[in-house]
């Protein structure tokens, strides 16, 4: 950014609910589908139907809630939201109006100002898209390398159907599938100060929405949408400026591109004295610029009033209480949990924290094996690798955790050494080959730790390399490794390394 100025950002974030049916009736939510084939008179918008309040939208609302601090609102009605467009069929969108289920929470994201050094790393390409964020630090205890960025609120409604202009020369297509799926809007306060930390608002974000399992994060599909709001102002300056909000965000790379554009446009504007007004601009990624799309003053008049079909939305502290103990231990505690109990760095932790399912892993493994230290190092190790080879998610990894922790125990034993555990073990492991004794036993793969055996082998090396053992003596100690290296060929792998290492020692020391 230009020296002497300053961005103010403040993102919205629509997130898409996995419920199995839709905010106001019984239709299927779900993406695809033949078009209009999820549809009832509710979400059509028929004179006459009645919408009636989905219940798991509500718990979702009230988890996501619960894990960012926020206050659960006891009473918070439903508004009608009145606007013309051929996607919404009622002419108006059922929404929630002063009062949202949620509000004045906060994320925690890191805290870029302090350097990369002290903010831990996000998980691996497979399970994140693009690399780039970082993972915020444990609340409790709350560590210098990461900041609060409050969410103003987050209110249920209801989302739009879906036009197409491409279809057809003639006309335009309308598809009601998605009309009445739920929607959580997230209103991000302006606290975000560079196009970075708005990335890594976003992420966070999204981690949280998919680890907490209400939403699938699918940005390609729409299931988490965003809006970024930006303004501009001199350093030390306290007003926010006027600001713009730019749509059609559909990834996170946009969001920095956009910002990074806008804030530019809008300092060029503040150097050179231009005056400009609030507005809405759409982010045309393949021109690489935002173009408006519409002015303050022509800033729509929803004409908002109560829903008068539905009940002030109700949520007692029973309710909450019984979805707080509901929920499973949040990415922050969890996180600190893993770095206290398995002696993890801050970095491992989070990277074992990149999906549930991926954590949920480790700690299978972990606690099969009696190790974590061992455990991580595998998940970061052999299990990424694969990942990353096949490109998928943990999930289609097909391996049972328990299996893979026989095969730690049998490393943790000396049965077989780590070379061994990882070229043949693992990958016969995955093929399906049966447990790891099966295939350390069928493949003659046990590590060799009787001495006798051993210092034969080891006589036998040094006997074939005189002249490599003169030099080792002689002072050039790389002729060890070369050595060592001999030895544990002619033991096909198999021989235990601490032991191949003590025979050497008192070989060469005798003579
Ligand atoms: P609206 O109702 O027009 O959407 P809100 O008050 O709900 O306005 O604010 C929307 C978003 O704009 C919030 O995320 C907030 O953080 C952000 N925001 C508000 N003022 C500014 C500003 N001056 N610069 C940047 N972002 C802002
Ligand atoms: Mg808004
Ligand atoms: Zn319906």
Same mark, same amino acid.
């Given at each position: 950014?230009?020296?002497?100025?300053?961005?103010?950002?403040?993102?919205?974030?629509?997130?898409?609910?996995?419920?199995?049916?839709?905010?106001?009736?019984?239709?299927?939510?779900?993406?695809?589908?033949?078009?209009?084939?999820?549809?009832?008179?509710?979400?059509?918008?028929?004179?006459?139907?009645?919408?009636?309040?989905?219940?798991?939208?509500?718990?979702?609302?009230?988890?996501?809630?619960?894990?960012?601090?926020?206050?659960?609102?006891?009473?918070?009605?439903?508004?009608?939201?009145?606007?013309?467009?051929?996607?919404?069929?009622?002419?108006?969108?059922?929404?929630?109006?002063?009062?949202?289920?949620?509000?004045?929470?906060?994320?925690?994201?890191?805290?870029?100002?302090?350097?990369?050094?002290?903010?831990?790393?996000?998980?691996?390409?497979?399970?994140?898209?693009?690399?780039?964020?970082?993972?915020?630090?444990?609340?409790?205890?709350?560590?210098?390398?990461?900041?609060?960025?409050?969410?103003?609120?987050?209110?249920?409604?209801?989302?739009?159907?879906?036009?197409?202009?491409?279809?057809?020369?003639?006309?335009?297509?309308?598809?009601?599938?998605?009309?009445?799926?739920?929607?959580?809007?997230?209103?991000?306060?302006?606290?975000?100060?560079?196009?970075?930390?708005?990335?890594?608002?976003?992420?966070?974000?999204?981690?949280?929405?998919?680890?907490?399992?209400?939403?699938?994060?699918?940005?390609?599909?729409?299931?988490?949408?965003?809006?970024?709001?930006?303004?501009?102002?001199?350093? /030390?300056?306290?007003?926010?400026?006027?600001?713009?909000?730019?749509?059609?965000?559909?990834?996170?790379?946009?969001?920095?591109?956009?910002?990074?554009?806008?804030?530019?446009?809008?300092?060029?504007?503040?150097?050179?004295?231009?005056?400009?007004?609030?507005?809405?601009?759409?982010?045309?990624?393949?021109? /690489?610029?935002?173009?408006?799309?519409?002015?303050?003053?022509?800033?729509?008049?929803?004409?908002?009033?109560?829903?008068?079909?539905?009940?002030?939305?109700?949520?007692?502290?029973?309710?909450?209480?019984?979805?707080?103990?509901?929920?499973?231990?949040?990415?922050?505690?969890?996180?600190?949990?893993?770095?206290?109990?398995?002696?993890?760095?801050?970095?491992?932790?989070?990277?074992?924290?990149?999906?549930?399912?991926?954590?949920?892993?480790?700690?299978?493994?972990?606690?099969?094996?009696?190790?974590?230290?061992?455990?991580?190092?595998?998940?970061?190790?052999?299990?990424?690798?694969?990942?990353?080879?096949?490109?998928?998610?943990?999930?289609?990894?097909?391996?049972?955790?328990?299996?893979?922790?026989?095969?730690?125990?049998?490393?943790?034993?000396?049965?077989?050494?780590?070379?061994?555990?990882?070229?043949?073990?693992?990958?016969?492991?995955?093929?399906?080959?049966?447990?790891?004794?099966?295939?350390?036993?069928?493949?003659?793969?046990?590590?060799?730790?009787?001495?006798?055996?051993?210092?034969?082998?080891?006589?036998?090396?040094?006997?074939?390399?005189?002249?490599?053992?003169?030099?080792?003596?002689?002072?050039?100690?790389?002729?060890?490794?070369?050595?060592?290296?001999?030895?544990?060929?002619? /033991?096909?792998?198999?021989?235990?390394?601490?032991?191949?290492?003590?025979?050497?020692?008192?070989?060469?020391?005798?003579?």
């Amino acid at each position: 950014m230009k020296p002497g100025f300053e961005a103010v950002i403040g993102l919205e974030v629509h997130v898409q609910l996995l419920t199995r049916s839709k905010m106001f009736c019984a239709c299927r939510n779900e993406y695809g589908g033949d078009p209009n084939s999820h549809t009832c008179p509710v979400c059509l918008g028929l004179p006459g139907s009645l919408p009636v309040i989905n219940g798991e939208a509500i718990r979702m609302a009230i988890a996501f809630g619960l894990a960012v601090h926020g206050e659960i609102r006891e009473a918070s009605p439903f508004y009608r939201k009145q606007y013309f467009y051929p996607d919404l069929p009622k002419g108006y969108q059922i929404t929630q109006g002063p009062v949202a289920i949620v509000e004045n929470g906060w994320l925690e994201i890191p805290d870029v100002r302090v350097g990369p050094d002290s903010v831990s790393g996000l998980g691996p390409d497979t399970e994140w898209g693009a690399r780039g964020g970082r993972r915020a630090s444990p609340a409790s205890g709350r560590s210098p390398s990461s900041r609060r960025i409050g969410i103003e609120r987050a209110h249920l409604e209801e989302d739009s159907g879906k036009s197409s202009h491409e279809l057809s020369e003639a006309a335009s297509h309308v598809d009601l599938n998605r009309a009445g799926v739920p929607l959580l809007e997230i209103v991000g306060g302006p606290d975000l100060r560079s196009p970075q930390e708005a990335y890594d608002y976003l992420k966070t974000m999204h981690h949280l929405v998919t680890y907490l399992g209400i939403c699938d994060g699918n940005m390609e599909e729409g299931s988490l949408r965003c809006d970024a709001n930006v303004s501009v102002r001199r350093e /030390g300056e306290s007003a926010y400026g006027t600001r713009v909000e730019v749509k059609n965000l559909n990834s996170f790379r946009n969001v920095r591109l956009a910002l990074e554009y806008e804030i530019e446009r809008q300092i060029g504007l503040v150097e050179r004295g231009e005056a400009f007004a609030q507005e809405t601009r759409g982010w045309d990624a393949d021109k /690489g610029e935002t173009r408006p799309q519409r002015s303050k003053e022509a800033a729509m008049d929803y004409r908002y009033f109560p829903e008068p079909d539905l009940p002030t939305l109700q949520v007692t502290p029973e309710e909450v209480e019984a979805v707080r103990s509901s929920m499973l231990e949040l990415p922050e505690s969890r996180k600190a949990r893993f770095i206290e109990a398995y002696g993890l760095t801050d970095y491992e932790a989070g990277m074992l924290l990149q999906s549930r399912a991926f954590a949920d892993y480790f700690e299978a493994v972990a606690r099969g094996a009696g190790n974590g230290k061992q455990a991580c190092n595998w998940m970061l190790g052999e299990v990424s690798r694969t990942l990353n080879e096949r490109g998928g998610s943990i999930e289609a990894l097909g391996l049972d955790p328990a299996l893979l922790a026989e095969l730690l125990r049998l490393v943790e034993a000396r049965t077989i050494n780590l070379n061994t555990a990882k070229e043949a073990v693992f990958p016969a492991l995955l093929a399906g080959e049966g447990s790891a004794a099966q295939i350390v036993e069928t493949k003659g793969l046990a590590q060799v730790s009787d001495r006798g055996p051993i210092e034969a082998l080891v006589a036998e090396v040094l006997a074939a390399h005189p002249e490599q053992v003169a030099q080792l003596k002689g002072g050039n100690p790389k002729l060890r490794g070369f050595l060592v290296g001999q030895i544990m060929k002619q /033991g096909k792998g198999k021989v235990n390394p601490q032991l191949v290492n003590e025979v050497l020692d008192e070989s060469l020391a005798r003579g």
